[in-house]
Structures are given as C-alpha cells and as structure tokens.
C-alpha cells in the first residue's frame, strides 16, 4: 500500500477540489458545534475532530484552516461568549492543526498519536486566552472540561484517520 506524502497530495488537487473540500470539513465543524460535552463555556463543542482529522489526513495547511475556521463557526453560533476573545483562540486552534499536520508527517504508522497529543495539548492551553473575560480561578476550573473535549476530538480524529488513511483518494 502507497502512501502519498500529504505535501504531494495537496500540490495534485484541483483549488475546486480543496475548496470544496475544506468546505464539507467546515460544515462537519458545524456539525459538532451542536454537540457538547459538560462545560461551563458553550463553545466547547465536538466541532475540533473534523480540523483534527483534516490535519492528519491533508496536512497542516488544511488542519490549520478547518480548526480555526471550526472554533469561529462554534462560537457564532453560541453566540460569541468570550467576545472578541474567540479571535485569538480561533487563531490558536489553527495553530492546533498546523502542528497536528505537521507532527504526522515525521512518521506514517505513528506519527498520529504524537501528533494528535501536540493538537490536544495546544488546544487544552488556550484555556489561558480566556483569562482576561473570567478570570483564573474560572479559567482553572474551566481546564479540565476543555482537556476532556479536545481529548474526546483527538480521539475521533486519530481513530478516524486510523481507519481510513491509505483507502481514501486525496485527489
């Protein structure tokens, strides 16, 4: 079994082919925006595993656009409760997926599960981004809910990735 390196995958795509494909991967992020583990924060959202996903199987540039792409669509629709403060947290979770992207490359077999901690791990530290809106006992309290959601996205991501890496074209 062949397996395309993703900066070779991303380079034989059509611009329509990708924008329509980072499009269904935005509407999937959508799609788990409505669905929410307990949380204090409504924007806290099963909407990270498709940019999880997109990061593992098309790359870090792909990652990086559906995550943050992902977390501005959640917390429109929440209704933005930490203000302007989901700008830089969207710009953090784009972060997520680029190291993500980036991380799997190093190994094929392996280099998801290093790579799905370092995305966990990002997203999990921009609890501190919220500071300033609820303050640190808050944002303390608020850790271990936003560990387990980005916990529960990776996991998806990488056991969906798992599964179908090497079976899907990317062209």
Partial sequence: MKHESQATSVFKTSKSQRIARLSIFSA???????????????TVAFDSSPGFFAALYFGALDGALVSGIGHIITSLIN???????????????????????????VNYKWG?????????????????????AIGWTAALT??????????????????????????????
Wanted: hydrophobic share 60%.
């Fill in 79 to 105: 209704g933005f409760p930490l203000g302007i403060l989901h700008l830089p947290i969207a710009l953090g979770m784009a972060i997520a997926g680029g190291a993500m992207g980036l991380v799997n490359k």
């Fill in 142 to 171: 608020f850790v271990p809910f936003l560990l387990l959601a980005a916990t529960l996205n990776g996991v998806i991501a990488a056991l969906v990735y798992a599964g179908v890496r090497g079976k899907l074209k990317t062209r």
């Fill in 112 to 132: 998801f599960i290093p790579a799905t901690l370092s995305g966990v791990a990002i997203n999990t530290a921009l609890f501190v981004v919220a500071i300033p």
């Fill in 28 to 42: 999937l992020c959508v799609i788990g925006s409505f669905f929410h583990p307990p949380s204090p924060i409504q």
